[in-house]
């Protein structure tokens, strides 16, 4: 994959962060914030039968200005639940979500909606088949009234193609018509078209072709640059997740287990998940490769309805003392702005 080298002032500002999740009260820095966010759903029939599952299990992070925040973990960890709760695409059972200040939790989402934006996993499913590609970058342009005309209109749906690397011939074609990076790019250009500054890339690169994904990703660091845009970033390739992130959070099974700088976390991660995360991304030179050693996790992410006591990674993790069983490990900062929710750091 050839990938740009990020040169953002962003990229100074998060490496400079060191703010504890509760130490922001008054850091202007700050975009989006989520305290103690827990999203769990009801499962199973009637009032008897009725479980909970555990998606997201009360965590906390903040993302900066102009930062992309990765969010790393296996499927099913809780990373794309996060990241549609912080939208209000679900309603949080507990916890608080803050943007620019704003506690909006339990506020009407319609005003935020201009501001806060998604771009979804899979270009197939995410347009409608029915709309043409105009209609559908024109869609949100019409909800937020944003022209005052037809003409505005069209030159905001064309500007917008532009920008994505398509053009005004696309306007008036549909979905199908377009292969998989180009109706990701049709995506994006949805997504900004109502001049958000802060936008949730929701595993955007893992339906495309290997070869397509490098020009995506390039595409949103441009894109960053340009519109001063903040990422939260999901993936659960932590290499590309290294590659566009200013700080990369470590998710397992409903809770943030690791967070950390995204150098920081590639090369002196603490925890043991991370820790058999990095040892699984492919090395490129040999030599490398010979001296990394592999660690391979036994068994299988354990139900989210009945997670394990104690630390949840304790089932899987090599180094488990009997202290895991019975107390959680606290997520706390292990050096600067680095946190870690193990009992062993
Ligand atoms: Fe492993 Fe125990 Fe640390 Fe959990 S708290 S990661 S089980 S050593």
């Known amino acids: ?89 679900y309603e949080p059972t507990e916890g608080k979500i803050i943007y620019n200040g704003r506690d909006i939790t339990h506020v009407k989402m319609f005003p935020y909606r201009r501001k806060m934006q998604i771009v979804f996993q899979d270009p197939y499913a995410s347009l409608n088949p029915r709309m043409t590609v105009g209609d559908i970058v024109g869609e949100p342009i019409d909800i937020h009234r944003l022209a005052s005309g037809k003409k505005e209109r069209n030159d905001k749906i064309i500007n917008l193609l532009e920008v994505v690397g398509l053009n005004s011939e696309h306007a008036n074609r549909f979905p199908h018509e377009f292969s998989g990076g180009q109706r990701q790019r049709i995506g994006i250009a949805r997504a900004l078209a109502v001049d958000p500054d802060f936008v949730v890339c929701d595993e955007p690169i893992s339906a495309l072709d290997v070869s397509i994904q490098a020009q995506i990703i390039n595409m949103f660091e441009r894109l960053q640059e340009e519109r001063s845009l903040t990422y939260l970033f999901i993936a659960h390739d932590l290499a590309v997740v290294h590659h566009i992130s200013d700080r990369i959070g470590v998710m397992y099974l409903g809770k943030l287990v690791e967070l950390a700088p995204s150098h920081e976390l590639n090369f002196h991660p603490v925890h043991p998940y991370t820790k058999s995360l990095i040892s699984a991304i492919p090395c490129a030179d040999p030599e490398v490769c010979r001296r990394q050693k592999r660690i391979i996790l036994e068994g299988d992410v354990p139900s989210p309805i009945n997670p394990p006591s104690g630390c949840r990674f304790r089932t899987r993790c090599p180094l488990a003392v009997k202290r895991c069983a019975a107390e959680e490990p606290p997520f706390r900062e292990v050096s600067s702005g680095h946190f870690a929710a193990c009992h062993l750091i």
């Open 1 to 89: 994959m050839q990938l740009n080298n990020k040169t953002s002032n962003a990229a100074v500002t998060k490496k400079e962060s060191t703010e504890n999740r509760d130490n922001n009260a008054g850091n202007t820095n700050i975009m989006v914030e989520v305290r103690n966010l827990k999203q769990y759903f009801p499962v199973g029939g009637g009032i008897f039968n009725r479980k909970l599952v555990k998606a997201v299990d009360d965590i906390s992070f903040h993302i900066e200005r102009g930062e992309t925040l990765g969010l790393v973990g296996e499927s099913g960890c809780g990373k794309t639940t996060t990241g549609r709760s912080l939208l209000r695409l």
